[in-house]
């Protein structure tokens, strides 16, 4: 008996948008469907499963690694598929959205990779998703210019050598596409949206080029869920003719409960794997989401406070490389966010210290590569990587086998010598509204404060707040000891809403989401039902 049509998907509630009919074909569509009706079922088994694991949490106030896959960790015989050419020196990789602009920055950027982000640093407007499927078929195309209108430049893209390989990075399994509905009316989840798009549409010339395609892999919490992304390549690979092992896949261990299954998840993955990376922002607000009622043990400080050298840090960076290196997989290290300034000197110069010392830190721990935000930080890496590697591709020959990480070193939260600050506080909120107020706008990535922010970003400001009122933290401010509530909370809340209209003017407030921004961050801040993601709420706000 042959397998039942795909349902066919409708468009809703979208404007039409410049040669969308060139993305949206009614072949890709279907193949859209097809991916929707044999994987969504188990993606809503897998997000049930999510709230099982973290009501055990919430009871048992621990994490372990999981007896049921002894087996796998214990077994030294299985490695990941190797890396193809394009992907086997991955020293420098650039982040960012796949607007048409970063898009020739990034390929032309000197780095080694580029992160092409449909996820954390793009707001998932119908424009945005669509678009940026444009964006990068015309770049593989060599069929893609930009113009910047208010200052003329031009932008077009150098010679095939000399561009970044593109690491394509889908929505989580969480988000929906509300956008892109079957025949029950039902949303398709945005990572088979993004997935399926890319691969019908690119897949082959990519093949062709040598170079993909390949994905980065985000909010992963078990290995079930790689393996699931695992069937989806196969089945994917094997509709379109393209060979099997073709996929490569980089699986971002942002998420406390990833980090006890790195084995396992590299193991589902293992015809398709090629790496891990350390994601820092998503990682700390996993950990809050998880142990957000364990007690003052899990209190975090200031989220700038919590660096990588802090100890249950060093924990997951160390063991994320040594179960790389004992699999034959590329480790990836974390993200320098720095924006320069073209205004100030002095702020650069200590800025550019810190990433240096950064980069440098995780070359000398076994990393492979790491990355930046911004072009002006690619020979800053390089150089870190450049003084370890030299003309090695990568260090996949360091095993660490001196790293030895217990279950209960991954949670050590308290052997971090710092404590919550009213300034935190402060930034926690600033960072909040003003990231979600471009969220809103269809701005993914924001520079706010000298950082590039994305969505990460956003979640552990609003984490922390949720956690300091609620674990009844006490800061010194002016002289006094003042407890986080609610009440403090929104008083800061407005004098930061005050101080933007000051320094906007009220016509450019007024054209703005700031009061929306506001009233969005208080709400995910100090609901009593804290929500699992802050991007399921915000996406019901945001237009188009």
Known sequence: MSAPAPSPLAIVDAEPLPRQEEVLTDAALAFVAELHRLFTPRRDELLARRAERRAEIARTSTLDFLPETASIRADDSWKVAPAPAALNDRRVEITGPTDRKMTINALNSGAKVWLADFEDASAPTWENVVLGQLSLSDAYTRNIDFTDERTGKSYALRPNEELATVVMRPRGWHLDERHLVDADGRAVPGALVD???????????????GKGPYFYLPKTESHLEARLWNDVFVFAQDQLGIPQGTVRATVLIETITAAYEMEEILYELRDHASGLNAGRWDYLFSIVKNFRDGGAKFVLPDRNAVTMTAPFMRAYTELLVRTCHKRGAHAIGGMAAFIPSRRDAEVNKVAFEKVRADKDREAGDGFDGSWVAHPDLVPIAMESFDKVLGDKPNQKDRLREDVDVKAADLIAIDS???????????????????YIEAWLRGLGAVAIFNLMEDAATAEISRSQIWQWINAGVEFEHAGETVKATPELARKVAAEELAAIRAELGDEAFAAGNWQQAHDLLLKVSLDEDYADFLTLPAYEQLKG
């Open 195 to 209: 997935f399926g798009l890319y691969f019908f549409h690119n897949a082959q010339r990519l093949l062709d080029l």
């Open 416 to 434: 971090l010598d710092a404590r919550p600050t009213y300034a935190g506080l402060v930034n926690a909120v600033q960072v909040g509204i003003r």
